[in-house]
């Protein structure tokens, strides 16, 4: 599984990755280890790059949010 699947799964099930996301960013990506690709990919919100990136179609991924307030 990539690196990125594993973030956006974390900020999925885990309240303390939301939470050191929706403080910084780039600290928390970076902190888990996110290349600069990734971390553009996933702040632009763009389903076809983060998809890309973690090698599955786009539609199966949800919307992706960049406001982590709103996940």
């Excluded at 929706?22 to 990734?38: I, N, Q, R």
Aim: charged share 25%; proline share 3%; net charge negative.
């Amino acid at each position: 599984m990539s690196k990125l699947l594993d973030y956006l799964n974390a900020l999925d099930k885990d309240a303390a990755a939301r939470e050191a996301h929706a403080k910084d960013p780039t600290a928390a990506m970076t902190a888990f280890g996110l290349t600069a690709d990734e971390q553009a990919a996933l702040m632009s919100g763009d389903k076809k790059k983060v998809a890309a990136l973690v090698g599955i179609n786009e539609d199966a991924l949800p919307s992706i949010l960049v406001n982590i307030a709103t996940f």
